[in-house]
């Protein structure tokens, strides 16, 4: 995975619903004048640093990156809205404050006639942990419910899913589609040229009205299917088309860090409000020598809390008037100090530069007091609790900041990623497989979701006392933990769902947060950086965990910064400015 994000599209170790975002710190600036769509879709590698235009007659190859717009076309599929079976208990104001249910309402189906399919097909998705049973009757029951059509998953190592998928699609050895989280693309070279040279155009089966056939994917967001839009010419706005199905469309803060209360409130700590505080309580509560450690690694997540954000490290200086990276930035500088003291005084694990540690069972098993982590895993660890797995309670630390300064929270409006399907397919493959996506996008309260996230009721989950899916051990396993059928396409609206209390908790801290939320100044666009400023970027980070594992030297700092632009940097730095200034004017 590469790291030119820079603190800020973070990875996730669990691999189940991770969240992204590309936000900027927020700074005064005038207000926004948006220039024509037209003018931002053409915005690519050519506007965007004088190089020559890409062929839309073949296979296209460049490694100097694009700008694409997600927003403003014509071809998308038409809204039609899709009554939901039921109403959230709690109202919030969407994206970035999602509703939620604190009851489960007894479902209802969705799509009343099932199309017949009798197709067989390979679908390649990551996976973290052990494989599942392929021959568990989750599989055929859902098999059977949406249809008949049959798709194998093949599951790969999520570990190193990003980087072998690269390969993968070189060899057209995916099968007939494959999942890629946002997340993943900074692992390919030039991910337009991927996309345009390996996946199925959806763009003549999907545009216009699709809600007689497929009435759930019509009440996708227009925005989900807009971020599924890539152009063979990114010169040409005409060349535009949709090459993915949308996975889910969220908002808010989708990563924390995590404490458990319990281990917090049994050494009389309590929850820190700045940074400052924050390594205090890590000073009192590790212990080294006995094995216990504030947190067992700190890298992705830690950025928000100096300040650090921006796309791909890069933010609009409107003092300076010009694009300014993290890297030189002195918030940059404080912000590998405190990562190095942690290391320094030993309040991190020494394996943590390995990036191997399970943070998640050392938590669970009270060895270490913080994770960095996808909300998720909220609602993940009461549903462990409840069935005598865990003890304790895990809550997240409220937005930090450095210095007395504001803090920052990244908020996430994107989808998570996409399926994406084989060019070779023929046009009725594609609509067979669409008509199973219809059916995956039904949402909370009907039977089709009910099925497809918590399986068979007495088999993979029990309803609770309070009438609410309670996976099985074997659900825990095989349904809720892998990557399967949840991730083929996003459902029509997307809920804080689960435990009642943490829904009702989570719903409340996205309250509490609203105010901290980054600003994007490159909304609407979907930008690839240059690949030597990627490997640059992948440079840089590598860079920094020196330091913050205490391989070089804080001194060091001038050398990394001289070493980033001269490699990539400045050449990003323009590519970057071209982007801000199509969005915002001169």
């Not at 925005?223 to 005409?238: L, Y």
């Not at 996975?247 to 700590?269: E, I, K, Q, S, W």
């Amino acid at each position: 995975m590469s790291k030119f994000i820079d603190f800020l599209l973070p990875e996730s170790p669990h691999g189940s619903t991770i969240e992204r975002t590309n936000m900027s710190t927020p700074s005064p600036r005038q207000p926004l004048r948006r220039r024509s769509l037209f003018k931002v879709a053409g915005l690519g590698a050519a506007g965007a640093a004088g190089l020559p235009v890409i062929s839309a007659c073949s296979d296209i190859e460049s490694n100097s990156g694009s700008t694409q717009a997600t927003e403003g076309f014509d071809f998308l599929p038409t809204y039609k809205e899709f009554p939901l079976p039921v109403e959230p208990n709690l109202v919030g104001e969407p994206p970035n404050h999602p509703s939620g249910f604190t009851s489960y309402p007894e479902p209802v189906q969705a799509v009343a006639e099932v199309p017949s399919g009798s197709g067989t097909y390979e679908l390649t998705v990551p996976i973290w942990g052990d494989t599942p049973d392929g021959d568990d009757p989750y599989y055929g029951t859902v098999t059977e419910t949406w249809g008949g059509t049959t798709i194998n998953l093949r599951h790969a190592d999520g570990n190193t899913f990003a980087d072998t998928s690269v390969q993968w699609l070189k060899a057209n050895e995916y099968g007939d589609a494959i999942a890629i989280f946002g997340w993943m693309l900074g692992s390919h070279s030039n991910f337009t040229e991927t996309v345009v040279n390996n996946f199925y155009n959806l763009t003549e089966i999907l545009k216009g009205d699709i809600a007689e056939r497929w009435p759930l994917l019509a009440r996708l967001p227009s925005s989900s299917w807009g971020q599924s839009v890539w152009s063979t010419d990114i010169e040409d706005p005409d060349t535009a088309g949709i090459y993915g199905i949308p996975m889910g469309f969220t908002g808010g803060p989708g990563n924390a860090v995590m404490y458990r209360t319990d281990l917090l409130a049994g050494a009389n700590l309590t929850v820190p409000t700045t940074i400052e505080e924050l390594l205090e309580v890590c000073r009192a509560w590790s212990d080294d020598a006995n094995g216990k450690w504030a947190f067992a690694q700190l890298d992705w997540f830690v950025g928000q809390w100096f300040g650090l954000g921006g796309t791909d490290g890069w933010n609009w200086d409107a003092d300076q008037k010009k694009m300014v990276n993290n890297v030189e930035r002195p918030e940059f500088t404080e912000m590998l100090e405190f990562r190095r003291t942690l290391w320094d005084e030993k309040l991190i694990h020494p394996d943590a530069p390995t990036g191997t540690l399970d943070a998640a069972a050392m938590q669970k098993a009270g060895t270490v007091l913080f994770t960095q982590d996808n909300m998720a895993r909220w609602n993940d660890y009461a549903l462990q609790v409840k069935r005598g797995e865990a003890e304790g309670e895990i809550n997240p630390l409220p937005p930090l900041g450095a210095k007395g300064r504001e803090p920052l929270v990244y908020m996430n409006i994107s989808i998570d990623g996409w399926t994406f399907l084989n060019k070779d397919l023929s046009k009725e493959q594609v609509e067979e497989i669409l008509d199973v996506a219809n059916w995956c996008a039904s949402p909370y309260g009907t039977t089709e979701y009910e099925l497809l996230q918590y399986g068979v009721e007495g088999e993979h989950f029990t309803l609770g006392e309070d009438g609410s899916p309670v996976y099985t051990e074997l659900g825990s396993k095989l349904v809720q933990a892998p990557m399967n059928y949840k991730n083929v396409v996003g459902q029509v609206q997307t809920f804080l769902t689960g435990d009642p209390d943490v829904v009702q908790k989570r719903f409340d801290f996205h309250a509490s947060v609203q105010e901290f939320g980054a600003e994007n100044p490159f909304a609407g666009m979907r930008i690839e950086a240059p690949a030597d400023a990627k490997a640059a970027g992948q440079t840089l980070w590598d860079q920094q965990n020196d330091i913050a594992y205490g391989r070089a030297e804080l001194s060091s700092i001038p050398d990394i910064l001289e070493t980033y632009m001269n490699n990539g940097g400045e050449a990003a730095r323009e590519y970057y400015t071209e982007a801000y200034k199509s969005v915002h004017g001169e």
